[in-house]
């Protein structure tokens, strides 16, 4: 198990690049991804028979081929997503699948992508069993499975539960099996996501609801998929879930299936956090600090258009100010104050520093000067996947640190992009 990485709150480096030389390159905001830490962590979840990546974490097809290259697959959850998968090359005709798609609705364009390059579907409501068993019959398919209960970080990302909107209800399987049939689909896997951010005791509820509903399905069952959820850490205090207890307890799960079937299971796992968040970094220029009372603030250069985690959940990211070199050495010793960080957006909640339901928490930094940077760690999960234009701001570089070579792997939008689609009407 990695040991959860220091976070100092002065770094003037990020996977051995100087911060100050990436801004100067490549602009700022830019999230860089460290190439290493994605093939490193898909490299801890080795014992899993397949490590699928939930690409809706970070889903640039740069970072993709990475995660080619380090031997997982991929899960999709739109249209785009089975294109991005397949442009990079994984089939989903391949044993495993190198492409999944996995939803509660299929939209137009989802369901003709998913029967003309016969992608697997991991159906999650029974309306997908007809309308798919309608244009493909005969096909194996999977079924998510919602256990009745659930676990997330934030309300928002709890996926378990007669809360929430995924999944096929535990005491439905029966009707989807009689559905299924009707058009000669066979269910061959079972799926259960319960939400980001699981620990162990929830898991054996998991474990013990994924044994009960497979038991239900019956031998055709040859794949179950443990879900994503890995958490990582954002805060010193917090660490990595144990994942050799994590995969024991799916193992000794795959194993008395296996023992009832009398065929082997295949065991998957789809983590999205865990192999993006931590390879990535949001680089951002402190353009204003002014006092508001009692409050300092520092204001750069990204906002909730670049990481809406902090806005949308009061998601916690560690944060660092690396040193501007052209503005010189900064006076000494350096002194450290309760700043809140905010971002350029036209709207109040464009803070960096808050908890949820919207309440500034100052977070104790580094005295910093008008031109120097902020890097803002643990951010490549959910963080350029969630980006918007939101205030008609241009979407920031990204960029690979590989090798030793910083790697341009999407340029920032420009105003021309901006308007591309849109049209004044004669
Ligand atoms: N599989 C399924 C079916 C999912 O719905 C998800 C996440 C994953 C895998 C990957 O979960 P992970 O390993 O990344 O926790 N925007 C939120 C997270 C939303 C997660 C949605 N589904 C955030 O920034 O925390």
């Not at 391949?94 to 579907?121: K, M, N, W």
Request: hydrophobic share 40%; proline share 7%.
């Amino acid at each position: 198990m990695p040991t959860p990485p220091d976070f100092p709150d002065l770094r003037d480096e990020v996977a051995g690049h100087s911060v100050a030389g990436l801004a100067q390159e490549f602009g700022t905001p830019v999230y860089v991804y460290d190439a290493a830490t994605i093939t490193a962590r898909v490299a801890d979840l080795q014992s899993f028979d397949v490590v699928r990546y939930a690409q809706k974490a970070c889903s640039n097809i740069a970072i993709l081929d990475r995660v080619k290259r380090a031997g997982a697959v991929v899960d999709a959850v739109s249209a785009g997503e089975i294109e991005r998968g397949l442009h990079v090359g994984f089939d989903p005709r391949t044993s495993p699948p190198g492409i999944v798609y996995t939803a509660d609705l299929f939209d137009e364009d989802a369901l003709d992508l998913v029967v003309r390059h016969q992608v697997p579907v991991n159906v999650g409501s029974p309306d997908m069993i007809d309308q798919l068993g309608h244009r493909a019959p005969g096909r194996p398919i999977m079924m998510r499975i919602n256990p009745g209960f659930g676990h997330g970080h934030s309300q928002k990302t709890n996926t378990g539960g007669p809360q929430s909107k995924h999944g096929i209800w535990h005491s439905q399987i029966d009707d989807c099996l009689h559905r299924a049939r009707k058009y000669g689909l066979t269910v061959t896997g079972l799926h259960m996501h319960i939400g980001s951010g699981t620990d162990l005791d929830h898991l054996r509820q998991v474990c013990s609801a994924m044994e009960t509903a497979c038991r239900l399905v019956g031998p055709t069952v040859e794949t179950i998929s443990a879900g994503g959820g890995l958490p990582v850490p954002y805060r010193s205090d917090q660490s990595y879930v144990d994942l050799d207890e994590y995969f024991a307890l799916w193992d000794a799960t795959r194993k008395r299936l296996e023992a009832e079937f009398g065929h082997a299971v295949t065991l998957e796992i789809e983590p999205g956090r865990y192999l993006a968040a931590e390879c990535g970094t949001l680089i951002t220029q402190i353009r204003a600090i002014k006092r508001m009372g009692d409050n300092l603030f520092y204001l750069v250069d990204a906002g909730f258009n670049d990481l809406a985690r902090p806005i949308l959940y009061g998601a916690y990211h560690p944060i660092a100010v690396a040193y501007n070199p052209e503005l010189g050495t900064p006076n000494q010793p350096i002194s450290r104050a309760p700043v809140i960080v905010g971002g350029p957006l036209c709207e109040s909640g464009d803070i960096f520093t808050q908890t949820e339901g919207g309440y500034v928490e100052p977070r104790a930094l580094p005295q910093a000067r008008v031109g120097d940077f902020l890097v803002i760690g643990v951010a490549g999960a959910y963080g350029f996947a969630m980006a918007s234009n939101y205030n008609s701001k241009f979407r920031a570089a990204e960029v690979l640190l590989e090798g030793g070579q910083a790697k341009l792997i999407r340029r920032r939008e420009t105003f021309a992009d901006l308007i591309e689609l849109e049209r004044i009407p004669q």
